[in-house]
């Protein structure tokens, strides 16, 4: 991963990406995941993100996986919780009540280490990486979750008028990643009001992965 480049954009507070509320997507489309209440969900990439908070609010537990410390700390803090601070393999733990979460490189994350979970809520992690890395992301994702359903949020654009991130990540990419273990259903494709950055002209996408009980059971 592009640690210093992460690393500096949270050290010069310069987090545009961050929303100071929870996504209108998550709250409308998470229902599509028929999860039960206390059900776990994992946030990878997750920053400070208010979707952790809306999450907590409508009784799920939370797992996150974070590159930066001071993202975890404000998250934290916003939550108005002190976390137990605990070093797991070559990552850092902060704990509380319904919420772990790992700071550090998710590659070097296992399934072991992440637990069980319910469904995977991946709003900023495919699309805050380049395409080089996209591939071993998804895969190294669905290796962590066991394959465990997805709601996932990506962006369509020209990539030749914006560097990234977030990168744009069409749907035949989408379909290159996933749609050999998961069904996939494209929920909803919109404009974005004031485009990309308040600039770029582009479209969001939310898609849910998910995995039928007949391929649950040949791989279990």
Known sequence: ???????????????????????????????SLQLQQGACVFVPLCGKTMDIHWLLSQGFKVVGAELSPIAIEDLFASL????NITTVGELVRYSSDNID?????????????????DAVYDRAAL???????????????????????QLLICFEYDQSIHAGPPFSVQADEVKQHYAQSYT??????????????????????????SVDNASSARKA
Request: charged share 15%.
């Open 127 to 149: 699309v805050a990486l380049p395409k080089d890395m996209r591939q071993q992301y998804a895969a190294h994702l669905m290796a962590l979750t066991l394959t465990t359903p």
């Open 80 to 83: 108005h919780l002190t976390p």
């Open 1 to 31: 991963m592009q640690h210093d480049f992460w690393h500096q954009r949270w050290q010069a507070n310069q987090i545009g990406f961050h929303l100071p509320e929870a996504n209108p997507l998550l709250i409308k489309h998470f229902p």
């Open 184 to 209: 996939l259903t494209l929920l909803e494709s919109l404009e974005m009001t004031d485009g990309l950055k308040g600039k770029y002209p582009a479209t969001e996408q939310v898609w849910l992965l």
């Open 101 to 117: 979460i790992y700071v550090g490189d998710i590659f070097k994350m296992a399934a072991d280490q992440l637990g069980k979970v």
